[in-house]
C-alpha cells in the first residue's frame, strides 16, 4: 500500500511540473472515451476498455468479455482577441473582443464481441476525432475573414483484432468518415464602380457534406502483468466537398440584377479539407494491483494542412476562386495520467498533457485561432450493479497568449488574411459514458 502511495504522489509531482511548463491543436477532438480522458486520454498501450477501438485497436484483444460502451462531452471553449497599436501601428486604441459561447457535444459508441473463433475478436466504434466550432460576433474586426464555423466529422469503424500470442496483438478498422462544414463570412465591398457608395456589406455561406474511407491500425504487447506497450497509426483522410451549397447575400437596396452579375444564385464550390494521420506510441504501467499509469506520445502529421481553397462552379468579377495558405506543421503531443482503485467499486483518475499548435506566426487565422495548451484532466468510474459502469471525466484546457504582430504576418505574405493580435483559449469539457459488460 505504500509503494501505492509513493507512485500516485510522484504522478501528481509530475502533473504538476508538466501542467506548469507544458501547454490539443488544429482541429482535433481527442475526446474518445471517459476512463481515457480522465488519465489525460491515455492508452493507447493500457488497454482500458472498448474505447481502445479508437485509440488502438490491437488492444480490443486483452479487455475481457462482451462490452457496449457509450459517451459524451460537452464542450465550452472561449477564446479572446486583442489588438492594439503595440502591435498594429496607427491603431488608436486596444480592441478586445472574444468568440461567442456555444456548446458542442462530440461522442462515442462502441461495441466489441468475442467472435467464437480463438483470438480473434471483432468491434464497432462511431466517434469524432475531429471538429471545430468558433462563432464571433458577426460586427467583430475581423468579420471579413470569419464570423462563424462548424466543421464536424463521424468515424464509423469495423474492427477486428487477433491476438496472435498471449504477448501480442494486432488490430485493424476500417474507417467510413462522414463530415460537414458551414462557413461564413461577412466582407464588405466596394462597388463605386458601378455607381453603388460603400462599403456594401456582403454575407457568405458555405455548406458542404462529404465522405470517404480511411484505416486505423495497430500493434499491443503485454510483456507481464506490470508492463504493455502499443503503437497505432490512424490514416489521413481527404474530406472533398462537391457541389456544396454557395450562398451570397447583399443588402435589399441593391438591385436584384447587380446581384445576379456579382453572385449567380444557386452557385456551388468545391473544396478539401484534410483529416491528418496520426502516429500513437505509448506504454501502461501497472504499479500494483490499485494503481495503474500510462504514458502517451502523439504525433499528428499537420503538414497536410497546406492550403485553404475554395472553387466555385460560377466565377464573375466579384467572385474567383480562392487559394489561401495555412502551411501547418506536424506536431506532437505528450500525455500522462494514473487510474487508482480506491474501493472494489470506485476508481479515481487523474492526468496531464502538452499539446502543441501545428500553426506558425503569420497563418494564426480566426478559424484556427491555435495556441500551445495544456491539458490538466480528472475522472472517476463506479460500478452501479455487476457489470454496469458509469465514467465521469473532467478536462480542463487553458494557454499563454500567442501575439501574431504585422511582422509575422508580413514575413510569409499573409497580413491581408490572418488577424493581427493576440490569442488566448481556455476550455471546460466535461463527460460522461455508461458501459455495459456481458
Not at 104 to 131: E, Q
Not at 175 to 204: C, E, F, H, K, T
Not at 315 to 324: F, G, I, K, M
Not at 337 to 350: C, F, K, P
Request: hydrophobic share 40%.
Amino acid at each position: 500500500m505504500k509503494s501505492c502511495i509513493k507512485s500516485l504522489f510522484l504522478l501528481l509531482f509530475l502533473t504538476g511540473f508538466t501542467a506548469t511548463e507544458l501547454f490539443a491543436g488544429g482541429y482535433q477532438l481527442n475526446l474518445f472515451g471517459q476512463r481515457q480522458i480522465g488519465m489525460a486520454h491515455t492508452g493507447t498501450g493500457l488497454a482500458l476498455d472498448y474505447a481502445t477501438i479508437s485509440m488502438n485497436p490491437a488492444g480490443m484483444s486483452y479487455v475481457d468479455g462482451n462490452g457496449l460502451l457509450f459517451g459524451t462531452n460537452a464542450t465550452f471553449l472561449n477564446t479572446t482577441f486583442r489588438t492594439g497599436p503595440d502591435l498594429m501601428p496607427g491603431l488608436p486604441a486596444d480592441v478586445e473582443e472574444s468568440t461567442i459561447r456555444n456548446v458542442r457535444t462530440p461522442f462515442s459508441v462502441y461495441a466489441g464481441f468475442d467472435t467464437g473463433i480463438s483470438g480473434l475478436k471483432a468491434g464497432l466504434g462511431v466517434y469524432t476525432p475531429y471538429g471545430n466550432s468558433i462563432e464571433w460576433d458577426e460586427n467583430w474586426m475581423y468579420r471579413g475573414l470569419l464570423t462563424r464555423i462548424s466543421l464536424t466529422s463521424v468515424y464509423i469503424q469495423p474492427t477486428l483484432s487477433f491476438q496472435l500470442t498471449d504477448q501480442i496483438s494486432v488490430g485493424a478498422g476500417l474507417i467510413y468518415a462522414i463530415g460537414s462544414v458551414n462557413l461564413q463570412r461577412n466582407p464588405d465591398l466596394d462597388l463605386s464602380m458601378l455607381g453603388i457608395p460603400g462599403p456594401v456589406p456582403l454575407d457568405v455561406e458555405l455548406d458542404g457534406n462529404t465522405s470517404a474511407f480511411g484505416f486505423n491500425a495497430g500493434v499491443y504487447y503485454q510483456h507481464n502483468e506490470a508492463f504493455s506497450v502499443g503503437i497505432a497509426y490512424r490514416s489521413k483522410i481527404n474530406m472533398s466537398v462537391d457541389g456544396g451549397d454557395a450562398t451570397f447575400t447583399l443588402p435589399s437596396s441593391i438591385p436584384d440584377a447587380v446581384v445576379q452579375q456579382l453572385f449567380p444564385a444557386d452557385n456551388t464550390f468545391k473544396a478539401t479539407l484534410p483529416l491528418p494521420a496520426v502516429l500513437s506510441i505509448g506504454t501502461g504501467i501497472r504499479a500494483s494491483e490499485v494503481l495503474r499509469m500510462a504514458i502517451d506520445f502523439n504525433l499528428t502529421f499537420w503538414s497536410a494542412y497546406e492550403s485553404l481553397a475554395f472553387n466555385f462552379a460560377d466565377n464573375t468579377a466579384a467572385l474567383q476562386d480562392s487559394e489561401e495558405p495555412r502551411d501547418f506543421n506536424d506536431s506532437f503531443s505528450l500525455r500522462i495520467g494514473a487510474e487508482y482503485d480506491a474501493t472494489r467499486r470506485l476508481q479515481l483518475r487523474i492526468g496531464t498533457y502538452f499539446d502543441q499548435s501545428p500553426v506558425t506566426e503569420g497563418y494564426i487565422t480566426p478559424e484556427t485561432p491555435d495556441v500551445h495548451r495544456f491539458g490538466i484532466t480528472a475522472g472517476l468510474g463506479f460500478e452501479v450493479i455487476r457489470n454496469l459502469e458509469v465514467n465521469a471525466s473532467m478536462l480542463y484546457i487553458t494557454s499563454r497568449a500567442r501575439e501574431q504582430c504585422m511582422c509575422d504576418a508580413s514575413a510569409p505574405g499573409t497580413p491581408t488574411i490572418v488577424p493581427v493580435g493576440e490569442f488566448q483559449t481556455n476550455a471546460f469539457i466535461p463527460g460522461f459514458s455508461i458501459g455495459y459488460n456481458f
